[in-house]
T-cell receptor, first 114, second 114 residues
Framework: AQSVAQPEDQVNVAEGNPLTVKCTYS??????LFWYVQYPNRGLQFLLK??????LVKGSYGFEAEFNKSQTSFHLKKPSALVSDSALYFC????????????FGAGTRLFVKA | ETGVTQSPTHLIKTRGQQVTLRCSSQ?????VSWYQQALGQGPQFIFQ???????GRGNFPPRFSGLQFPNYSSELNVNALELDDSALYLC?????????????FGNGTRLTVT
């Protein structure tokens, strides 16, 4: 069964510094990987996805993610963090056995300090 | 482009009661997925509807049921409510025919069971 793991409950970073939010996955076959962000009292918003092709994927709000097949990782990155990036981030994998369901990690809270 | 809308935004029910939550899909989307997000956790997949039929189900008991209508709107019904059903219920729509289509979420319904 497909799964994702987010090893950090919280990531703290100073504004202007680079940030990384970690994600590892377990899938059979080719992975479809996603990152979503959730602000308080809101639904999740799509940030970016990896389907195939370049290992570095660019998404919304200056975020990017690096796919590493050998390490089964899909880490979210941003070169320069903003206070407004503080939110809950979820890594997700699309079930590719024909069911099309998306499975989410437990989430990582990002706190950017001014 | 109309986004995903959910109603009501908040709901308080008593243990043993039944509840119906509603979701209107984003225009052009033909698939609806429902998720349960308990406090401090990632979204847990309940089920998905495509062409008005259930098309995949997570680890939830039969008292969780749903419907999808011809206009792609959807309902989530929960019978015999339990205290542990208290959570944020998220609806997400997507376009089924391309497996890399991201999910578009509503802002959720916060259900409290007392």
């Amino acid at each position: 069964a497909q799964s994702v793991a987010q090893p950090e409950d919280q990531v703290n970073v100073a504004e202007g510094n680079p940030l990384t939010v970690k994600c590892t996955y377990s899938v059979s076959g080719n992975p479809y990987l996603f990152w979503y962000v959730q602000y308080p009292n809101r639904g999740l918003q799509f940030l970016l996805k990896y389907i195939t092709g370049d290992n570095l994927v660019k998404g919304s709000y200056g975020f990017e993610a690096e796919f590493n097949k050998s390490q089964t990782s899909f880490h979210l990155k941003k070169p320069s963090a903003l206070v407004s990036d503080s939110a809950l981030y979820f890594c997700a994998v699309r079930d590719n056995d024909g069911g099309f369901k998306t499975i989410f990690g437990a989430g990582t809270r990002l706190f950017v300090k001014a | 482009e109309t986004g995903v809308t959910q109603s009501p935004t908040h709901l308080i029910k008593t243990r043993g009661q039944q509840v119906t939550l509603r979701c209107s899909s984003q225009s052009g989307h033909n698939t609806v997925s429902w998720y349960q997000q308990a406090l401090g956790q990632g979204p847990q997949f309940i089920f998905q509807y495509y062409r008005e039929e259930e098309n995949g189900r997570g680890n939830f008991p039969p008292r969780f049921s749903g419907l999808q209508f011809p206009n792609y709107s959807s309902e989530l019904n929960v019978n015999a409510l339990e205290l542990d059903d208290s959570a944020l219920y998220l609806c997400a729509s997507s376009f089924r025919d391309t497996s890399n289509s991201p999910l578009h979420f509503g802002n959720g319904t916060r259900l409290t069971v007392t």
